[in-house]
């Protein structure tokens, strides 16, 4: 299995407050993206990062904002939740840009009331 | 832009049934083609993948065919089993998207009964 892991798995908070969410990786994968899955829509793409430093948008990015200081470690931070933002989010690396499968972590559930 | 359509479920089966998900897909040029199954609690994970036209991807008893004429790439196993109850996504990865994004179908939950 990835070396990879997603903290916290499980996360209550209300509207308003800031959340980050981590992703770690031990693969020292170059590509890094950020999912959320909610019914109905499969996974939706949020962020990516393509290298320390490097990130851009997916579809879905309003409100998130992301950082990459190192090469293991990607955050997702939400500066405002919202009930909107209720979902399960996925962490996914890759090791080449084409054609290449990318390894998910386990998930964080994240319940803004 | 790219896209994947799956079928919606859920799909309920009795043990030894045949099973058939459909995908299908719109993308520019060729893309690799992909399906990734989620147990319960748990992260996506790959079960098969094909990166041509004609390819077959397999795994586990699980068949899919790159269809380029139909834009298809159906997921077939002969016989299911309980084991098999899970969430089954159809993604693809298009040669001509940024940096290797995936497009996801919206899943289909298949229940398999003893």
């Known amino acids: 299995d990835a070396g990879i892991t997603q903290s916290p798995r499980h996360k209550v908070t209300e509207t308003g407050t800031p959340v980050t969410l981590r992703c770690h990786q031990t693969?020292?994968?170059?590509?890094m993206y950020w999912y959320r899955q909610d019914p109905g829509h499969g996974l939706r793409l949020i962020h990516y990062?393509?290298?320390?430093?490097?990130?851009d948008k997916g579809e879905v990015s309003d409100g998130y904002s992301v950082s990459r200081s190192k090469t293991e470690d990607f955050l997702l931070t939400l500066e405002s939740a919202t009930s909107s933002q209720t979902s399960v989010y996925f962490c996914?690396?890759?090791?080449?840009?084409?054609?290449?499968?990318?390894?998910f972590g386990p998930g964080t559930r994240l319940t803004v009331l | 832009g790219d896209s994947v359509t799956q079928m919606e479920g859920p799909v309920t089966l009795s043990e030894e049934a045949f099973l058939t998900i459909n995908c299908t897909y719109t993308?520019?040029?060729?893309?690799?083609l992909f399906w990734y199954v989620q147990y319960p609690g748990e992260g996506l994970q790959l079960l098969l993948k094909?990166?041509?036209?004609?390819d077959k991807g397999s795994n586990k008893g699980f068949e899919a065919t790159y269809r380029k004429e139909t834009t298809s790439f159906h997921l077939e196993k002969g016989s299911v089993q309980v084991s098999d109850s899970a969430v089954y996504f159809c993604?693809?990865?298009?040669?001509?998207?940024?940096?290797?994004?995936?497009?996801f179908g919206r899943g289909t939950q298949l229940t398999v009964w003893p």
């Open positions: 996914a690396i890759s090791g080449q840009a084409r054609n290449n499968e990318q390894f």
């Open positions: 693969e020292n994968h170059r590509y």
């Open positions: 990062s393509y290298g320390v430093k490097d990130t």
């Open positions: 993308a520019t040029g060729y893309p690799s």
């Open positions: 094909a990166t041509k036209a004609d």
């Open positions: 993604a693809l990865s298009s040669r001509g998207s940024t940096l290797g994004r995936l497009y």
